[in-house]
């Protein structure tokens, strides 16, 4: 099953190793480098399934982009993986609070990442 992700990441490293990771299990990755160009991306791609975003970024942070995406109708209900550095509590529950459906910290396992994604996209 070919699955639409929107990964969004500023860390152009972390981007790659995402679209290695995802591409070769046949989901189709769209990548974004900042909050902002995460929604600008969200407009112009195929709908995604799931969403995976990190946190700290410049422009507009991982909080700020999962309330912009579940202030859109139309991606109320898309799975938010956030895939960041953090493990705080706090943090996790701020991620929560914003509407983020999962954490998983870095560095990531590609296996339970994938099995995250499959998760979550059913």
């Keep these: 099953m070919s699955l639409n992700i929107l990964a969004v990441d500023d860390s152009k490293t972390m981007r790659d190793l995402l679209h290695a990771a995802l591409a070769p299990q046949g989901f189709d990755v769209s990548l974004a480098e900042d909050g902002v160009h995460g929604l600008e991306t969200l407009k112009e791609m195929t709908p995604p399934d799931v969403i995976i975003t990190d946190i700290n970024m410049p422009k507009l942070d991982g909080f ?4 912009g995406v579940r202030e859109q109708q139309n991606y109320r ?3 938010i ?3 960041t550095t953090e493990s705080a ?5 701020r991620a929560r609070d914003a509407g983020a459906t999962g954490w ?5 396992d590609k296996d339970k990442l994938i099995a995250a ?6």
């Design 64 to 67: 700020g982009f999962i309330e």
């Design 77 to 79: 209900g898309t799975p």
């Design 81 to 83: 993986l956030v895939l």
């Design 89 to 93: 509590p706090e943090l996790k529950m």
């Design 104 to 108: 998983i910290v870095k560095p990531f």
């Design 117 to 122: 994604i499959r998760r979550v996209a059913n």
